[in-house]
């Protein structure tokens, strides 16, 4: 399928999801009163349209295209469909830092403390595993240093867990850790906006690069390629758009992995082309999510991390069975 059809056709289905957001939710109001409160003054109407669905909305659509875009970067530099942006440790680590925030009371004392703990956390996740891995070593430091880093803040947030004397500030915790946009406001928003857009702008560019080095490191070299900018370019970016995403939102898996392994048979598997697709991919499966979750048990307030996981495994073992049937 041609670049721009497809970019046009998640666009359209971004938009339409978006919409979709925007129009569904508990307090039931009419779709023309929703969109018309978003505009004029309605009262109690347009404080739940602006105050609460609008940023929840938004929030959707920037956290899925900061999973889709990292993951499409993340496996254009490793060469690997199997990579995600969780590899690097990034996502732990601002799980970590969050946990910390809760755990000490800051959250509660002042609430931006909780992300800024969490992006806090990302950033040193990615100058650990640049320190780690070295600036010119192959790939597979890389992979090694962010999985000993994911391990690492993995086990210290388990043992905060384990040591919390507080029952409430554990529920909260896990369930924080659970990923979801529900709460969430234009605070948020603001907070988390520069860091992705940021990632994105460094992430956006590397794709003739990334298309170079599909060829080897060796030949992307010898094609003018700059080895260490781009390494140093793909885990930044990834860790400020990633970071950022975790910061707000909580855990949310499988976008990243999954996304870009669904379009890449239909951009021809060239990562310039997988980059942009995946941000869209990405914002559309989280709105989709973010939807689901208030359809499905609405009382119970299902996460949206424990759906996106649920949805993302059985797709990505099918593709997997696929692939593996296709290649036998």
Excluded at 227 to 234: A, F, T
Aim: proline fraction near 6%.
């Amino acid at each position: 399928m041609p670049a721009p059809a497809l970019n046009a056709a998640l666009l359209s289905l971004t938009g339409a999801l978006l919409l979709a957001s925007l129009l569904i939710g508990p307090a039931g109001i009419a779709p023309g009163t929703a969109l018309l409160a978003l505009v004029q003054d309605q009262g109690a109407t347009t404080l739940v349209m602006r105050e609460i669905r609008l940023p929840r909305a938004l929030l959707g659509v920037c956290v899925g295209a900061s999973l889709g875009l990292g993951g499409a970067a993340m496996q254009g530099y490793l060469r690997n469909p199997l990579a995600e942006p969780g590899l690097l440790g990034v996502s732990s680590s601002a799980a970590l830092g969050a946990v910390l925030a809760i755990q000490t009371g800051l959250a509660a004392a002042f609430a931006p403390a909780l992300p800024l703990a969490a992006l806090a956390g990302a950033a040193l996740s990615g100058a650990a595993i640049l320190l780690l891995a070295g600036p010119r070593g192959p790939s597979l430091t890389l992979i090694l240093a962010g999985i000993a880093i994911s391990a690492l803040a993995g086990a210290l947030t388990s043992l905060v867990l384990n040591l919390s004397p507080n029952p409430f500030a554990a529920t909260e915790i896990v369930f924080w850790m659970l990923g979801s946009l529900a709460d969430r406001s234009f605070s948020h928003l603001w907070l988390a906006l520069p860091f992705m857009a940021a990632g994105a702008l460094l992430l956006l560019r590397l794709g003739p690069a990334l298309d170079a080095l599909t060829l080897g490191e060796d030949a992307a070299a010898t094609m003018g390629v700059r080895l260490l900018r781009l390494r140093l370019s793909v885990v930044a970016g990834v860790a400020a758009m990633v970071g950022a995403a975790t910061a707000v939102a909580g855990t949310v898996g499988f976008v990243g992995l999954v996304v870009p392994h669904l379009l890449r048979p239909l951009v021809g598997a060239r990562p310039s082309r997988l980059l942009p697709a995946s941000a869209l991919g990405g914002a559309a499966m989280v709105l989709a999510a973010d939807v689901a979750v208030r359809l499905i048990l609405p009382e119970r307030d299902l996460k949206l991390g424990v759906l996106t996981a649920l949805v993302g495994a059985p797709v990505f073992l099918h593709l997997i069975y696929a692939t593996r049937r296709r290649l036998g």
